[in-house]
């Protein structure tokens, strides 16, 4: 069965980065899009861009466009997302999303906490 | 950036009861709409793609339609399980925006 599984919560000081991992299973990787989306805590979905895991390249939406970067291993069939220069409203749960249009399968969400 | 509207932004309904909610695009997206239910404390999940495709599994009370810049998602009969927030999301053009959502509580 189609699996997306992400990494744990993480607590981060402004100014630090963070890298979130998304490890799939059960399907094909390089034949669907990857998404991330992120949801601030009381807030609606934001989606921040997608990656194709076969050809590497990304979209990016223009509010990340500096700091964020989006990666694929598909020797492991893992996605990362890192974050740059965290500020306080980047506290959200990050999810990965399987699709490029619409998002089939979710990763669990990793609680991304940026405090000082 | 398209961006979507949803309303209304939260509505109180029985058990049984015949629900619409409206996504509107501030332009023209033919037919790139999905709908998504959230749960408190879960990963969204996909109930409608392309406006009117049910996704596998979705219970066939959940339906979708609209074209160009106007949508909706229409439960026939309320369930216990279908309280949530709902989401619409556009697939038209980066970025691909969410509504802002719309919260389903029993009345």
């Known amino acids: 069965q189609v699996q997306l599984v992400q990494s744990g919560a993480e607590v981060k000081k402004p100014g630090a980065s963070v890298k979130v991992s998304c490890k799939a299973s059960?399907?094909?990787?390089?034949?669907?899009?990857l998404t991330w989306v992120r949801q601030a805590p009381g807030q609606g979905l934001e989606w921040m861009g997608w990656?194709?895991?076969?050809?590497?390249?990304?979209d990016y939406a223009q509010k990340f466009q500096v700091r964020v970067t989006m990666t694929t291993d598909t020797s492991t069939n893992t996605a990362y997302m890192e974050l740059r220069s965290l500020r306080s409203d980047d506290t959200a749960v990050y999810y990965c999303a399987r699709g490029r249009y619409f998002f089939d399968y979710w990763g669990q969400g990793t609680l991304v906490t940026v405090s000082s | 950036d398209i961006q979507m509207t949803q309303s209304p932004s939260s509505l109180s309904a029985s058990v049984g009861d015949k629900v619409t909610i409206t996504c509107r695009a501030s332009q023209s997206i033919s037919t790139f709409l999905n709908w998504y239910q959230q749960k408190p404390g879960k990963a969204p999940k996909l109930l409608i793609y392309?406006?009117?495709s049910l996704q596998t599994g979705v219970p066939s009370r959940f339906s979708g339609s609209g074209s160009g810049t106007d949508f909706t998602l229409t439960i026939s009969s309320l369930q216990p399980e279908d309280f949530a927030t709902y989401y619409c999301q556009l697939s038209y053009s980066t970025p691909y925006n969410f509504g802002q959502g719309t919260k389903l509580d029993i009345k």
């Open positions: 059960g399907y094909t990787f390089t034949a669907y899009g």
């Open positions: 990656i194709s895991p076969y050809t590497g390249n990304a």
């Open positions: 392309a406006a009117s």
